[in-house]
């Protein structure tokens, strides 16, 4: 198991030098750092100086280990556009990011197993195959179509109501009512200090803003877990230790839950784990769409303007993020499975 | 007519399979293949079916802007209505499909091109080679195709901010959004190539064909490739509704096609810029366009699986 972990971790190390390497040769030799410093006017002895001071005439393999080491510390220079150090936006952008990936991955778990396990149960049932064919559509519409839709179902649609609005040909709700339905699709809402975390977890207005994003981000990954549980309910029921626990005499809830999904949550523990990466890099586009004040958000605006230094900080960082929660899952994976443990580390690494 | 005699015979080699069989047996995939087929022939008819050319600025006019489509109480010379630019709807939707089949095709063919080539290069070369290659891949394969895309998407921006490239960047989006693209999804046919590789390299008609002197490249094309091919369409398949997606995606968030340009994603973000005044059309025709053409790619490559896999016959 110390080999297993060991050699993961090694490997962990390995791609995030890669990234480091592409993101000091992004830095480098994309942005030229001297250019965005100073004005049009420099003199030409103004900028060799400038390189000289700064570093950039050392050779490429001395700077690279002087990137790592600011890096380490958290330095990531300053961004081109907004004249502030990266390190800061991306600590004020964080929390933003890190609240709504979490509300996301709750849902989608939570639906994901609640509809896998009531469509694996009941799989002729007609609301099975309408949940099934909806969460089809779900996989084939992309994240941001959803997420305008939801914005002009919930907050368009209800501000712009008209007293005795007729709805697909009879009158659904009244105004009082769509309005009491109606949910914030801008930004964060009202936020809490915590130190240095400001949180939008505190507060009723928070909570509302984290509606339409959450659900958005979730529902790729939510039709994703409930496919998956599904599957594996369906495999499960029909082996012989579920027909046996049947004949002993327990009680449909004993062995649908203690049995059956029981045995389902180890592949979706893994992909949900491997999943939560992906929300962080899906969050981009949700943060986009409802101008959630988020890392993706800062993410996007940095390519559209090539903001080097930004760009290069959110890379880094979301690496990071992915190669600490594969490590765990892998990790975690060999833990609960031991088969894992001796093929993988032997042969793997060849 | 020696061509009759063999399209003739072709068509029963094709009918007779044991594909065409669980093709006809399947009505879902039969419906999906007619919508794909529909919206093919449309994207390429299109200069001769669409009202307007919508990339040509002369053809815009802010005298018609923001017409609603016919059931939304429009008239029937703009049928879906026009977007803030007075353009087309429905010209633009026929031509922004067409951009983004293009755009799909385009980077999975550069995608597999570079996977394939890869994967073989890897299976029959083995050693150092292999692991730097199939770690690449791994490292690669970390992130989501959408962030590397991204990523490339903002090196040719600061490429080209910086005059490195002599390029305006909508005059090149296209070719960027498919290296883009075509660079972010090739890991996925290495692996299974090299996978097959390893699986071929030792069986007894590629050491006959050693043995009586056939050069390694042609081995690999003619000899390992096309038993190597069924996992790949696969791929490619699935790999054409994800790309089909990622472009969309990059174009709303302002980083791939122009506006001047419009691909399905692109008329998407223009709608999303009036639809808190309530004018929903301009969102969702292109978006119902973009759903069902990827449901229908994804329907396609679910059955290719299954078809293909034997275990499952």
């Known amino acids: 198991m110390l080999a297993f972990v060991v050699n993961r971790l090694l490997q962990a190390v390995g791609v995030m030098l890669v990234v480091a390497l592409v993101a000091f040769v992004i830095s480098n030799y994309i942005g030229d750092p001297i250019n965005n410093m100073v004005g049009q006017d420099a003199t030409h002895e103004d900028r060799a100086r400038m390189r000289t001071e700064l570093g950039l005439d050392d050779p490429a393999p001395v700077q690279f280990g002087r990137f790592i080491a600011e890096g380490l510390r958290g330095n990531f220079g300053i961004s081109y556009q907004l004249k502030r150090p990266v390190s800061t936006l991306i600590a004020e952008r964080l929390p933003a990011t890190l609240e709504l990936v979490l509300v996301a991955a709750v849902i989608a778990l939570a639906g994901g197993v609640v509809g896998g396990v009531y469509t694996g149960l009941r799989r002729n049932a007609m609301s099975s195959r309408a949940i099934m064919t909806v969460s089809l559509v779900g996989v084939s519409l992309p994240t941001f179509v959803i997420g305008i839709l939801l914005i002009y179902g919930f907050a368009v649609l209800p501000k712009s109501c008209v007293e005795g609005m007729h709805l697909f040909g009879r009158m659904l709700l009244t105004c009082a009512e769509v309005g009491a339905i109606a949910l914030p699709s801008f930004g964060r809402g009202d936020t809490v200090e915590l130190g240095s975390w400001t949180s939008g977890l505190l507060t009723a207005d928070g909570w509302r803003h984290l509606v ?25 029921l029909r082996t012989d230790y579920i027909k046996f626990a049947r004949a002993r005499g327990l009680s449909n809830r004993a062995v649908n839950f203690g049995h059956a999904l029981k045995n389902t949550l180890v ?19 949700t943060e986009t769409v409802f101008q959630w004040p988020g890392m993706g958000l800062l993410f996007i605006q940095s390519v559209q303007f090539a903001d080097v230094p930004i760009m290069t900080a959110y890379l880094v960082m979301a690496a990071l993020i992915f190669v600490i929660i594969n490590f765990t899952v892998d990790v975690l994976y060999a833990a609960i499975d031991p088969r894992l443990r001796s093929d993988r580390a032997g042969t793997a690494r060849a | 007519m020696a061509g009759g005699i063999s399209i003739a015979r072709a068509w029963r080699k094709v009918s007779g399979s044991d594909i065409y069989y669980s093709f006809r047996t399947s009505r879902i995939t039969v419906a999906a293949a007619i919508v794909t087929a529909i919206i093919f022939a449309a994207c390429f008819a299109a200069p001769l079916i669409a009202i307007q050319d919508p990339y040509d600025p002369a053809n815009l006019d802010l005298g018609v802007a923001m017409r609603p489509p016919v059931f939304w109480g ?100 296209l070719p960027v959004i498919v290296l883009s693209l075509g660079l972010s999804f090739w890991p996925q046919y290495a692996r299974t190539v090299r996978g097959a590789v390893l699986v071929e390299r030792t069986k007894d008609y590629v050491n006959a064909a050693r043995i009586i002197g056939v050069r390694p490249w042609r081995i690999l094309w003619r000899h390992i490739l096309p038993n190597a ?62 759903a069902v053409l990827v449901l229908a790619v994804n329907l396609l490559g679910d059955w290719l699986r299954d078809a293909l896999n034997p275990k499952l016959r």
Request: hydrophobic letters at 55%.
């Open chain 1, 212 to 236: 339409l994003p959450g659900i958005t981000l979730s529902l790729f990954n939510l039709t994703l877990i409930l496919r998956l549980v599904r599957s594996e309910m369906l495999e499960v």
């Open chain 1, 267 to 285: 592949p979706v523990i893994t992909v949900a784990g491997i999943q939560i990466g992906s929300l962080i890099a899906f969050s981009t586009i």
């Open chain 2, 74 to 173: 429009g008239g029937w010379d703009f049928p879906l209505g026009t977007d803030d630019q007075g353009r087309d709807m429905y010209s633009a939707i026929l031509y922004g499909t067409r951009l983004s089949l293009i755009v799909g095709f385009a980077s999975v063919l550069l995608a597999m091109a570079l996977g394939v080539t890869i994967g073989l290069v890897s299976g029959y070369a083995g050693g150092a080679t292999d692991a730097v290659l199939m770690r690449a891949a791994d490292v690669q394969l970390t992130f989501p195709a959408f962030l590397i895309a991204l990523t490339l998407d903002g090196i040719v921006r600061g490429l080209i901010a910086q005059k490195v490239l002599p390029f305006d960047h909508d005059a090149i989006a």
């Open chain 2, 229 to 290: 091919m069924g996992p790949v369409l696969v791929i490619a398949t699935i790999n054409l509704a994800v790309a089909i997606i990622t472009e969309a995606t990059l174009s709303f968030l302002g980083v791939g096609m122009p506006k001047t340009q419009p691909s399905l994603g692109t008329l998407i973000q223009i709608g999303n810029d009036y639809l808190s005044s309530g004018d929903l059309w301009i969102t969702v025709s292109p978006g119902i366009m973009l």
